[in-house]
Antibody, heavy 117, light 108 residues
């Protein structure tokens, strides 16, 4: 069955960097646009970034523009999120998600990022 | 950016009840609206895309309606497994995706 398995995350100091990974399986990885979405503690969902199926186009939310970079390696079926200049506002659970028909049909299990000041 | 406003923010209902959640967009998004539910500690699960198309495997007790700026999600015959938080999400081609703030459905 379709799976998105996330890794990375954890505890980081403010001002430092982290990289998240999201490995896809059981579907043609290079045929789908992929997204990152986060959820602050006890809050709603915030869309962060998208990358096209071939990796040629990316687009970030204003809240992370210039600090977060989405990329992918289709030879490894893996999506990445490089997070730089972290602040306490970046604390939350981060999800990768597959785009289908204008929605997100499969999600990773989520990974917690905690930024301490 | 397109804002989505859900109402109510929380809702108390009993097993067997029928409930409706509303999602209003700040501008016309056609039918580009999806609904999810989420349980604590788990990722969201897609229920409906394109405002009214049920995802494979989602029971027909869930139904979505609307277009333009006003949308609804109706859940009939509530069961214990349905008590969760529900989110709407828009996918306009002119701006990034965004989510409603969520509706927490609790057992009365």
């Amino acid at each position: 069955q379709v799976q998105l398995v996330q890794s990375g995350g954890g505890l980081a100091q403010a001002g430092t960097s982290l990289r998240l990974s999201c490995a896809g399986s059981a579907f043609p990885f290079s045929s789908y646009a992929l997204h990152w979405v986060r959820q602050a503690p006890a809050k709603g969902l915030e869309w962060l970034a998208v990358i096209s199926d071939d990796g040629s186009k990316t687009y970030n939310a204003d809240s992370v523009k210039g600090r977060f970079t989405v990329s992918r390696d289709n030879s490894k079926n893996t999506l990445y999120l490089q997070m730089d200049s972290l602040t306490s506002d970046d604390t939350g659970v981060y999800y990768c998600a597959r785009e289908w028909a204008g929605a997100f049909d499969f999600w990773g299990q989520g990974t917690l990022v905690t930024v301490s000041s | 950016a397109i804002q989505l406003t859900q109402s109510p923010s929380s809702l108390s209902a009993s097993v067997g009840d029928r409930v409706t959640i509303t999602c209003r967009a700040s501008q016309d998004i056609g039918s580009s609206l999806a609904w999810y539910h989420q349980k604590p500690g788990e990722p969201p699960v897609l229920l409906i895309s394109g405002a009214s198309t049920l995802q494979s495997g989602v029971p027909s007790k869930f139904s979505g309606r609307g277009s333009g700026t006003d949308f609804t999600l109706t859940i009939s015959s509530l069961q214990p497994d349905d008590f969760a938080t529900y989110f709407c999400q828009q996918f306009s081609p002119y701006s990034g995706p965004s989510f409603g703030q969520g509706t927490r459905l609790e057992i009365k």
